[in-house]
């Protein structure tokens, strides 16, 4: 992708999130975008990061692994998200790698990463995901069970930053993000990690505190 394509592109994205902000009473700024890079290769991440985003997002951690140090050897000040299931046996590398994630989803999870975390003297910021349709073979606690993971994470030392959600596909989301934002306020929990190339606006106005966009500002994924 050429440089002018992935500049304009962030520039729409951003344009929307600030209008989507405004529309909320909202600061644009409160909103961080995260770009999410998974399936794209270092040529295609480059023309972003010369475009001055810093915020990246991947959903899994062997591919991470392989793409950015690297890409984090050529550019001060990357800061790395995952956005997909972990699986404890990875917790180590993902606390090594990443800055914050967002698929925290049970206590044995929570378990792996807390004793990651006291090794290795790192701790990335938490987000606890929602399966927020109760959808079977989905990712993320169920709607009943968060304030059980959210006892477990705090009493385990985490650092909770947000609540995050995959509303169910091809329904109105508003609901969805909606219901994540009660919770959230419900437990003073800060953070909302919510909204995709699809429905980010949507989100912004609900409370999102981050976005995690892929095809919008990479076009489609292979
Ligand atoms: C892939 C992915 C995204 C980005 O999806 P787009 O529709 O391409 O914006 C966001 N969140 C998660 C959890 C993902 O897996």
């Given amino acids: 992708m050429p440089t002018d394509d992935a500049s304009q592109r962030l520039e729409q994205v951003r344009d929307e999130i600030a209008r989507a902000a405004h529309i909320a009473d909202r600061k644009a700024d409160a909103v961080t975008l ?17 475009a001055g985003q810093r915020v990246f997002g991947e959903n899994r951690v062997q591919e991470a692994e392989v793409k950015w140090p690297a890409l984090r050897a050529e550019t001060s000040g990357i800061e790395l998200h995952l956005v997909g299931q972990l699986q404890s046996n990875k917790a180590e590398e993902a606390v090594a790698l990443f800055d914050a994630i967002h698929s925290v989803d049970r206590d044995s999870l929570v378990t792996a990463l807390a004793r990651a975390m006291d090794k290795q003297h790192r701790r990335p910021a938490c987000f606890l995901q929602v399966n927020i349709g109760d959808e079977p073979q989905k990712g993320g606690c169920l709607v009943a069970d968060l304030p059980k993971l959210i006892e477990q994470a705090r009493a385990a030392d985490l650092p909770v930053a947000g609540l995050m959600c995959v509303p169910p596909l091809a329904t109105e989301p508003a609901p969805y ?33 981050h976005v995690r966009i892929g095809s919008a500002l990479f076009g489609a994924r292979a």
């Fill in 34 to 50: 995260i770009a999410v890079s998974k399936t794209h290769d270092a040529d295609a991440i480059r023309p972003l990061i010369a």
């Fill in 177 to 209: 993000f909606a219901l994540l934002a009660k919770m959230a306020r419900d437990h003073g929990v800060p953070g909302l990690s919510m909204g995709m190339s699809s429905d980010f606006a949507t989100a912004v106005t609900i409370g999102a505190t």
